[in-house]
């Protein structure tokens, strides 16, 4: 999973500038079209938190329970706030689920570090 760690991290430290970039342009067409959707504001927030849990993912990829404890919270509620807020800013889904697709990753590597530590203390 280190490798998955450093990986997602600076993939997600990459799409968070165009998420940003797309987001203040959702951001700026519904405030044009007064339409009162917040997907552009949503957008944002997916942004703020693809690039605090890329930051995280490579600071602790060499294993940390704390680490994977914040980014399966930070993935999460990046996932829920772009699933929830997209609106027609339908790029934002896609985001989402890469979001879910990390935090359900940090999930699995946090339930199966006991069980490898587990293994090695018996060896």
């Known amino acids: 999973?280190?490798?998955?760690?450093?990986?997602?991290?600076?993939?997600?430290?990459?799409?968070?500038?165009?998420v940003i970039l797309q987001s203040c342009a959702a951001g700026l067409s519904n405030a044009l079209e007064e339409n009162g959707e917040s997907g552009g504001t949503a957008g944002v927030v997916v942004a703020i938190m693809l690039l605090s849990g890329g930051i995280v993912s490579i600071a602790t990829r060499k294993g940390s329970k704390g680490g994977n404890i914040a980014l399966v919270v930070m993935f999460g509620l990046a996932a829920l706030v772009g699933f929830t807020l997209a609106g027609s800013y339908k790029d934002l889904v896609i985001w989402a689920g890469w979001c879910l697709i990390c935090a359900v990753l940090a999930l699995i590597d946090l339930i199966r570090k006991p069980k490898e530590n587990k293994n090695f203390n018996k060896e």
């Not at 999973?1 to 165009?18: A, E, H, Q, R, T």
Request: glycine share 6%.
């Open 1 to 18: 999973m280190k490798i998955w760690k450093l990986v997602s991290g600076i993939l997600c430290i990459v799409l968070s500038l165009f």
